[in-house]
């Protein structure tokens, strides 16, 4: 095998894939970063650590506002702050992945949590017209189903 050969083996040996492919090994790095950030913040999270969760997904907010991962992180953010009580900080970030998602099985999702949190609040008119919208606009959802049963429990308790 010839010596220049043997010198372009060595450099595809040696050049991480993600070069080859047209990824920059900065991007790869930074992905690999985003997924260690978030999950660290999800860890902390499962071991009810709200508060140092909470700083660590905000960090990750602004360090990777347009990561891939970003959606992860708003809805863990979202659920801290449902289990912390803090329903008004979790309400924005459903609204804001609702407007992000649109009516996508995700996006119902989002919207259903609007629903479900407006209620927890006392602000239940607001929360049945979320439910009847998610009736009317898709009616054969999980979450429609979820919906009609909080419209008819409502009903009964009002």
């Known amino acids: 095998m010839s010596t220049i050969a043997k010198f ?7 050049t991480p894939l993600s070069l080859i492919s047209g990824i920059s090994a ?3 790095l930074s992905l690999n970063q985003q997924k260690r950030t978030l999950s660290l913040g999800i860890s902390l999270y499962e ?8 700083r660590v997904l905000d960090d990750f907010l602004d360090i990777y506002p347009e990561s891939p991962y970003l959606t992860g992180a708003l ?12 329903y008004i900080e979790a309400l924005q970030i459903y609204r804001r992945l609702y407007q992000e998602a649109g ?6 999702k989002y919207y259903y949590s609007q629903g479900r949190l ?16 998610i009736v009317r606009l898709n009616p054969d959802s999980p979450y429609a189903k ?3 049963i909080q419209l008819q429990l409502n009903e009964v308790f009002d």
């Open 8 to 14: 372009i083996l060595l450099i595809m040996f040696f």
């Open 26 to 28: 900065n991007s790869t």
């Open 47 to 54: 071991e009810r650590r709200y508060e140092q969760a909470l």
């Open 75 to 86: 809805e863990a953010m979202a659920l801290i702050y449902e289990k912390t009580q803090r």
């Open 103 to 108: 009516m996508t099985t995700q996006g119902i």
């Open 118 to 133: 407006l209620y927890e609040m006392g602000e239940i008119q607001d929360a049945d017209k979320i439910f009847a919208e």
């Open 146 to 148: 979820k919906a009609k």
